[in-house]
Nanobody, 126 residues
Framework: VQLQASGGGLVQAGDSLRLSCEAS????????MGWFRQPPGKEREVIAA????????GYAESVKGRFTISRDNAKNTVYLQMNNLKPEDTAVYYC????????????????????WGKGTLVTVSS
């Protein structure tokens, strides 16, 4: 299984960016997909997740209303649309997959995720 995150870069505060995470090797689409980030010098945190069919989503308070997670199972890809970016959004962003049929609060727990991709760096200048 491979998860490949892409779309990071250097932007200015207020700009938008869309991250993509393409999955390969998963046996089907029955995975909760999550986006995490690790700011410089800080611990990794969950910021958004989406259930296997896209009907349920969850967001960290810090990004609610600015970030939108979505998925296209036909393309095995999950997206993170990030609007109104702030300098504090600067981080390495990771995607992860959790084998799960039901939507439960476990999406918030990093250790519930089975597969992880390498991160993509997002830098927001002020």
């Amino acid at each position: 299984v491979q998860l490949q995150a892409s779309g990071g870069g250097l932007v200015q505060a207020g700009d938008s960016l869309r991250l993509s995470c393409e999955a390969s090797g998963l046996i089907d689409s029955i995975y909760t997909m999550g986006w995490f980030r690790q700011p410089p010098g800080k611990e990794r945190e969950v910021i958004a997740a989406i259930n296997w069919n896209g009907e349920n989503t969850g967001y960290a308070e810090s990004v609610k209303g600015r970030f939108t997670i979505s998925r296209d199972n036909a393309k095995n890809t999950v997206y993170l649309q990030m609007n109104n970016l702030k300098p504090e959004d600067t981080a390495v962003y990771y995607c992860a997959a959790d084998r799960a049929l039901r939507w439960t609060p476990r999406w918030r727990k990093e250790n519930e995720y089975d597969y992880w991709g390498k991160g993509t760096l997002v830098t927001v200048s002020s």
